[in-house]
């Protein structure tokens, strides 16, 4: 009993107990805290920690692509779109030029940047925080890269779209090919092959990286990287795996490069394949619509009338929808006797409810088809279009320019100001018309004031060359008129007090300045502050007649269409001075006379006043509105009315100058003789005969030719802005010299020397330098020969583009150029010439350079030049290390059978062996009998040299065997000297240049 008895669990246990018991664990087997010293922080984003666990199992896959998609890549996507929707300019587009293609740009865009940003960091946390090797990271990448784009942060959207293609380039050995230079049926492939065949292929997940091609394209269209962008979209052309969905945004990114390059014939046919294929029917309809302009730009009617009336089909926006109806209208107007149809459609289209919003584009549409045939009517369209009430900023700034144009044309120039003015003040940074509308602006003020002088003085003069009595009854009864309107304006004025509305001066008057009533904080939308400000104009003037130069209205004009004798509107100088501080009551005859200019010295006064003014319009037609024509009209009205004008020479070599500019040939030739044969001892005579002024003065002509020697020193040493700025300085310090036609073709020299980025726009003003230097001195033969040698190079540019375009710069990786058993390479900078004498180093310089220093520095002689023929365009050909460079291979006999395959056999050899250089090769023909293929773009010479060495060597060897190395031969040519050659054809010159500076046999 006692052993089976319980035990007392207050005894103590014996030991054989004690170690069959097992150890109970404490609640707490480590410490509550770590040493300082052992804590050790994983900093890493949680993306890297995934990627080294093991086990990427179906589970693991699902759970992070649905978490990545829908908490993160589907809401960035659904702010993207929305910051795009709301970014749509909503019809504020002008719509009378050329579309942007996109419904906003760069320059004009309305993006919200803090909600772009948003975009960003969602798709960051999203590639932060999820497993790197989900399906969606690539998409989070590439909506990123758009945030940046629409930001305008160009760099990082670059970066960020080729990080795409590198980092999600396939990984497979199956699948893998190299980004740059892997073939697949003699074809380069860089994109990713979708496998999307069968019914259920539909639906699988598509790679982002081949829409980064397409978007990395458009980021650089934005950089102006045209050529890139021309071989990426070349290799993607042609590409065996670039998924067909893509397609038509191929043929889209295709047809904004060609559209932003003005290259419109080039744009159509990969513009229609964009609409064909484009899903998105915003996008659709405004590719139509701009292929309608193209069509019209191209002067295909029937096309464009078509292509509108496709885009009403589409059912578009209402702003679409009307300027479609527009165009049809314009197109239906120019047909015969379609101008009639097309005003009562636009009538028709007034009486519609659904274009109420558009009916001041319908009364300024009216207005444009009625100018010039009917200018009133127009204006009248005009400013019906301006009463209407709108939210359209963009049809405002027509308008307002339309009715400042009629004005220009109608030389009413004050009034054209006026609304010039108000062109400026609602137009828009990208208004194609932005310039014209500035410089009008600020020279219609001084035309203005110059026309007011001319009219005032002649009617002076009229007045003062009358009869006296004659004149006193005219005076008379000019004072009396002044009188009886100011009584009469005494009377209205009782009646207008009282409600200031009433006044006509703020009502519909005929300036048409009757902006809609509406509330705002500027002054004509405020009605108290036009109460008060009508207050006070008629505290300060009194009352006036609603009528043009009011001012000058009640203040000594004489205005009497009955007598013949007197002028229409007639301004008084002197005699507005002297009645400007008297009453309208008080005015009589002899107080208007007292401003005439009846004396002999007022009179001459007043002709040296009104010759001055003729002058200064016809300067101004011409150097600041460049309008040959009415220059060319004023100073042939100067010299009618003042056929010995103290500047007749100069007038007349004005004239000669102009007419020459229009291709007036016949005008010209007599112009230009009645310089010569009146006035043959002047400069003006001198510049016509040898392009150079007379200076007697033998230390200024020497001091004139120091300048010229300087500034060309610096032209030749590189230093463009000193040889400018001591152009500049020359001009200012001696005016027109006998070197000036030297002096403004070094300024154009330097113009093209400071154009290295082939931009169509900077070869305008490159090629209208050129052209001006030789408009400005036909009869210069050295001149016509040099400027039409540099104009010869510009024009064929735009040829060479694809063969001369700057790429990217890259870092010399090589240890030198290979040396060959019987040819060495010399480069001036390691293998100096040595120098003997000074006679031998100008033996040593190349001929043409010497010759063309010594053709344009070398001054002119002081008896006349004798007329020779133009010389042969010279070739300055010369060493430039920091120039891009070219391999060259000429043939001189071979098929063009050969010349194919030798492309083919080279492209394959730069694909295999120079996969990462990016080496291009094609054909150029530079006269029928010769035939290149040019290897480019090299960084620099070293780099050329290097690739010359090792296809010289197997050429004959691998590449081209079929070729006899005899009917072939290879060299090394910098961008500017390629240039040169094209334009001479010289290339024998070059050849030589070449085996001089860089073979030693």
Same mark, same amino acid.
């Given at each position: 009993?006692? +052993?089976?008895?319980?035990?007392?669990?207050?005894?103590?246990?014996? +030991?054989?107990?004690?170690?069959?018991?097992?150890?109970?664990?404490?609640?707490?087997?480590?410490?509550?805290?770590?040493?300082?010293?052992?804590?050790?922080?994983? =900093?890493?984003?949680?993306?890297?920690?995934?990627?080294?666990?093991?086990?990427?199992?179906?589970?693991?896959?699902?759970?992070?692509?649905?978490?990545?998609?829908?908490?993160?890549?589907?809401?960035?996507?659904?702010?993207?779109?929305?910051?795009?929707?709301?970014?749509?300019?909503?019809?504020?587009? !002008?719509?009378?030029?050329?579309?942007?293609?996109?419904?906003?740009?760069?320059?004009?865009?309305?993006?919200?940047?803090?909600?772009? *940003?948003?975009?960003?960091?969602?798709?960051?946390?999203?590639?932060?925080?999820?497993?790197?090797?989900?399906?969606?990271?690539?998409?989070?990448?590439?909506?990123?890269?758009?945030?940046?784009?629409?930001?305008?942060?160009?760099?990082?959207?670059?970066?960020?779209? /080729?990080?795409?293609?590198?980092?999600?380039?396939?990984?497979?050995?199956?699948?893998?090919?190299?980004?740059?230079?892997?073939?697949?049926?003699?074809?380069?492939?860089?994109? #990713?092959?979708?496998?999307?065949?069968?019914?259920?292929?539909?639906?699988?997940?598509?790679?982002?990286?081949?829409?980064?091609?397409?978007?990395?394209?458009?980021?650089?269209?934005?950089?102006?990287?045209?050529?890139?962008?021309?071989?990426?979209?070349?290799?993607?052309?042609?590409?065996?795996?670039?998924?067909?969905?893509?397609?038509?945004?191929? $043929?889209?990114?295709?047809?904004?490069?060609?559209?932003? +390059?003005?290259?419109?014939?080039?744009?159509?046919?990969?513009?229609?394949?964009?609409?064909?294929?484009?899903?998105?029917?915003?996008?659709?309809?405004?590719?139509?619509?701009?292929?309608?302009?193209?069509?019209?730009?191209?002067?295909?009617?029937?096309?464009?009338?078509?292509?509108?009336?496709?885009?009403?089909?589409?059912?578009?926006?209402?702003?679409?929808?009307?300027?479609?109806?527009?165009?049809?209208?314009?197109?239906?107007?120019?047909?015969?006797?379609?101008?009639?149809?097309?005003?009562?459609?636009?009538?028709?289209?007034?009486?519609?409810?659904?274009?109420?919003?558009?009916?001041?584009?319908?009364?300024?549409?009216?207005?444009?088809?009625?100018?010039?045939? *009917?200018?009133?009517?127009?204006?009248?369209?005009? /400013?019906?279009?301006?009463?209407?009430?709108?939210?359209?900023?963009?049809?405002?700034?027509?308008?307002?320019?339309?009715?400042?144009?009629?004005?220009?044309?109608?030389?009413?120039?004050?009034?054209?100001?006026?609304?010039?003015?108000?062109?400026?003040?609602?137009?828009?940074?990208?208004?194609?018309?932005?310039?014209?509308?500035?410089?009008?602006?600020?020279?219609?003020?001084?035309?203005?004031?110059?026309?007011?002088?001319?009219?005032?003085?002649?009617?002076?003069?009229?007045?003062?060359?009358?009869?006296? #009595?004659?004149?006193?009854?005219?005076?008379?009864?000019?004072?009396?008129?002044?009188?009886?309107?100011?009584?009469?304006?005494?009377?209205?004025?009782?009646?207008?007090?009282?409600?200031?509305?009433? !006044?006509?001066?703020?009502?519909?008057?005929?300036?048409?300045?009757?902006? &809609?009533?509406?509330?705002?904080?500027?002054?004509?939308?405020?009605?108290?502050? &036009?109460?008060?400000?009508?207050?006070?104009?008629?505290?300060?003037?009194?009352?006036?007649?609603?009528?043009?130069?009011? =001012?000058?209205?009640?203040?000594?004009?004489?205005?009497?269409?009955?007598?013949?004798?007197?002028?229409?509107?007639?301004?008084?100088?002197?005699?507005?001075?002297?009645?400007?501080?008297?009453?309208?009551?008080?005015?009589?005859?002899?107080?208007?006379?007292?401003?005439?200019?009846?004396?002999?010295?007022?009179?001459?006064?007043?002709?040296?006043?009104?010759?001055?003014?003729?002058?200064?319009?016809?300067?101004?037609?011409?150097?600041?509105?460049?309008?040959? @024509?009415?220059?060319?009209?004023?100073?042939?009205?100067?010299?009618?009315?003042?056929?010995?004008?103290?500047? @007749?020479?100069?007038?007349?070599?004005?004239?000669?100058?102009?007419?020459?500019?229009?291709?007036?040939?016949?005008?010209?030739?007599?112009?230009?003789?009645?310089?010569?044969?009146?006035?043959?001892?002047?400069?003006?005579?001198?510049?016509?005969?040898?392009?150079?002024?007379?200076?007697?003065?033998?230390?200024?002509?020497?001091?004139?030719?120091?300048?010229?020697?300087?500034?060309?020193?610096?032209?030749?040493?590189?230093?463009?802005?000193?040889?400018?700025?001591?152009?500049?300085?020359?001009?200012?310090?001696?005016?027109?010299?006998?070197?000036?036609?030297?002096?403004?073709?070094?300024?154009?020299?330097?113009?093209?020397?400071?154009?290295?980025?082939?931009?169509?726009?900077?070869?305008?003003?490159?090629?209208?330098?050129?052209? %001006?230097?030789?408009?400005?001195?036909?009869?210069?033969?050295?001149?016509?020969?040099?400027?039409?040698?540099?104009?010869? $190079?510009?024009?064929?540019?735009?040829?060479?583009?694809?063969?001369?375009?700057?790429?990217?710069?890259?870092?010399?990786?090589? *240890?030198?150029?290979?040396?060959?058993?019987?040819?060495?390479?010399?480069?001036?900078?390691?293998?100096?010439?040595?120098?003997?004498?000074?006679?031998?180093?100008?033996?040593?310089?190349?001929?043409?350079?010497?010759?063309?220093?010594?053709?344009?520095?070398?001054?002119?002689?002081?008896?006349?030049? $004798?007329?020779?023929?133009?010389?042969?365009?010279?070739?300055?050909?010369?060493?430039?290390?920091?120039?891009?460079?070219?391999?060259?291979?000429?043939?001189?006999?071979?098929?063009?059978?050969?010349?194919?395959?030798?492309?083919?056999?080279?492209?394959?050899?730069?694909?295999?062996?120079?996969? %990462?250089? &990016?080496?291009?090769?094609?054909?150029?023909?530079?006269?029928?009998?010769?035939?290149?293929?040019?290897?480019?773009?090299?960084?620099?010479?070293?780099? $050329?040299?290097?690739?010359?060495?090792?296809?010289?060597?197997?050429?004959?060897?691998?590449?081209?065997? =079929?070729?006899?190395?005899?009917?072939?031969?290879?060299?090394?040519?910098?961008?500017?000297?390629?240039?040169?050659?094209?334009?001479?054809?010289?290339?024998?010159?070059?050849?030589?240049?070449?085996?001089?500076?860089?073979?030693? +046999?």
């Amino acid at each position: 009993m006692a +052993q089976n008895a319980p035990r007392n669990n207050s005894q103590p246990l014996s +030991q054989p107990q004690q170690q069959e018991r097992p150890q109970t664990k404490p609640l707490l087997n480590k410490p509550l805290f770590k040493p300082r010293e052992s804590r050790v922080q994983d =900093r890493r984003p949680p993306s890297e920690v995934m990627l080294e666990k093991k086990g990427w199992n179906f589970k693991r896959k699902f759970f992070q692509n649905m978490a990545t998609r829908f908490n993160y890549y589907f809401h960035a996507r659904v702010k993207l779109e929305k910051v795009l929707r709301t970014a749509n300019r909503d019809g504020q587009d !002008n719509y009378n030029v050329l579309l942007p293609f996109y419904p906003t740009t760069l320059q004009s865009q309305g993006y919200s940047k803090s909600e772009l *940003d948003s975009v960003i960091e969602k798709t960051n946390m999203a590639i932060q925080l999820h497993d790197p090797r989900g399906k969606w990271i690539d998409d989070c990448f590439l909506l990123m890269g758009r945030a940046y784009f629409y930001e305008g942060d160009l760099e990082n959207a670059n970066k960020t779209f /080729q990080y795409i293609n590198l980092k999600f380039a396939p990984k497979k050995k199956s699948e893998y090919k190299t980004v740059v230079g892997a073939t697949e049926n003699d074809q380069i492939s860089i994109a #990713s092959r979708e496998k999307r065949k069968g019914f259920f292929g539909r639906f699988k997940h598509t790679y982002a990286r081949n829409d980064a091609f397409l978007w990395r394209a458009k980021t650089l269209l934005e950089q102006k990287e045209y050529d890139e962008v021309q071989a990426l979209l070349n290799i993607l052309n042609t590409d065996p795996n670039f998924p067909r969905r893509l397609n038509g945004g191929l $043929a889209e990114v295709l047809a904004y490069s060609n559209y932003i +390059q003005g290259r419109y014939p080039e744009t159509v046919q990969p513009l229609k394949v964009a609409i064909d294929k484009s899903r998105d029917r915003v996008s659709k309809t405004r590719m139509s619509f701009i292929l309608g302009q193209l069509y019209l730009q191209l002067n295909h009617p029937d096309s464009a009338m078509e292509q509108f009336r496709e885009v009403i089909s589409f059912k578009p926006d209402p702003m679409m929808d009307f300027q479609s109806r527009i165009q049809i209208a314009k197109i239906n107007a120019k047909q015969d006797g379609g101008l009639a149809k097309s005003m009562e459609s636009l009538k028709h289209m007034l009486r519609k409810e659904r274009f109420s919003h558009f009916r001041d584009a319908i009364f300024y549409t009216m207005g444009t088809l009625e100018y010039p045939k *009917d200018p009133e009517a127009a204006l009248g369209y005009m /400013q019906k279009s301006l009463k209407q009430p709108s939210a359209n900023t963009v049809q405002r700034m027509l308008t307002y320019k339309g009715i400042a144009d009629i004005y220009y044309d109608q030389r009413q120039y004050l009034e054209a100001k006026k609304y010039y003015d108000s062109t400026a003040g609602v137009m828009t940074p990208d208004f194609v018309d932005a310039k014209i509308v500035t410089i009008r602006k600020e020279v219609l003020a001084e035309v203005a004031a110059k026309v007011a002088i001319m009219h005032r003085e002649d009617s002076l003069q009229r007045l003062a060359l009358m009869p006296e #009595s004659d004149r006193n009854v005219l005076l008379s009864k000019m004072a009396a008129g002044i009188r009886n309107a100011a009584a009469e304006k005494k009377k209205n004025d009782a009646m207008q007090a009282a409600n200031p509305y009433d !006044n006509p001066a703020f009502g519909n008057n005929n300036n048409g300045y009757t902006p &809609k009533e509406e509330k705002g904080d500027w002054y004509f939308y405020n009605a108290s502050s &036009k109460a008060s400000g009508f207050s006070e104009f008629k505290r300060r003037w009194g009352n006036r007649q609603v009528a043009d130069n009011w =001012r000058r209205s009640q203040n000594g004009v004489i205005v009497n269409n009955n007598n013949n004798n007197a002028p229409a509107d007639v301004a008084g100088g002197p005699a507005e001075t002297a009645t400007e501080a008297l009453s309208p009551d008080s005015i009589t005859a002899e107080k208007l006379s007292q401003g005439l200019p009846l004396t002999p010295e007022k009179l001459a006064a007043s002709r040296t006043l009104e010759q001055d003014a003729w002058f200064d319009l016809g300067k101004l037609y011409h150097d600041k509105l460049e309008s040959f @024509k009415l220059a060319i009209e004023t100073y042939d009205s100067l010299l009618l009315k003042y056929p010995d004008h103290p500047r @007749k020479p100069e007038i007349l070599y004005s004239l000669y100058v102009w007419h020459g500019k229009l291709n007036n040939n016949a005008e010209a030739a007599r112009y230009k003789a009645l310089v010569l044969n009146q006035y043959g001892n002047t400069n003006f005579a001198d510049i016509i005969r040898a392009g150079g002024l007379r200076d007697i003065d033998a230390g200024k002509k020497k001091a004139i030719g120091a300048a010229y020697d300087s500034a060309y020193t610096a032209f030749r040493n590189g230093d463009n802005n000193a040889a400018l700025a001591m152009k500049h300085l020359a001009d200012s310090t001696f005016g027109v010299n006998y070197l000036q036609p030297k002096f403004d073709l070094l300024e154009a020299m330097i113009a093209i020397k400071n154009d290295t980025l082939f931009a169509t726009d900077t070869l305008q003003l490159s090629r209208k330098a050129v052209t %001006a230097v030789m408009q400005k001195y036909p009869a210069d033969e050295g001149v016509q020969a040099q400027a039409q040698a540099l104009l010869d $190079a510009l024009n064929r540019r735009g040829e060479l583009t694809d063969y001369l375009a700057k790429l990217e710069v890259r870092k010399s990786n090589g *240890d030198g150029p290979l040396v060959d058993e019987n040819i060495s390479m010399n480069y001036p900078w390691q293998n100096p010439q040595p120098v003997f004498t000074d006679k031998l180093n100008v033996a040593k310089a190349p001929k043409d350079s010497v010759q063309v220093a010594a053709n344009i520095a070398g001054s002119l002689p002081n008896k006349q030049i $004798a007329t020779i023929a133009p010389i042969k365009p010279m070739t300055p050909y010369a060493l430039k290390a920091d120039n891009p460079y070219f391999v060259v291979l000429c043939f001189q006999r071979v098929s063009k059978e050969l010349m194919d395959e030798g492309i083919n056999q080279f492209t394959r050899y730069n694909a295999t062996k120079h996969a %990462a250089d &990016k080496i291009e090769v094609g054909s150029f023909v530079l006269t029928p009998s010769e035939t290149m293929l040019i290897f480019r773009i090299f960084a620099n010479e070293d780099k $050329a040299l290097t690739y010359f060495d090792e296809i010289r060597e197997e050429a004959a060897l691998s590449i081209i065997p =079929r070729i006899r190395p005899a009917d072939y031969s290879l060299f090394v040519i910098s961008r500017d000297n390629f240039i040169l050659l094209n334009s001479t054809k010289d290339l024998t010159g070059y050849r030589k240049f070449f085996t001089d500076n860089y073979v030693t +046999q």
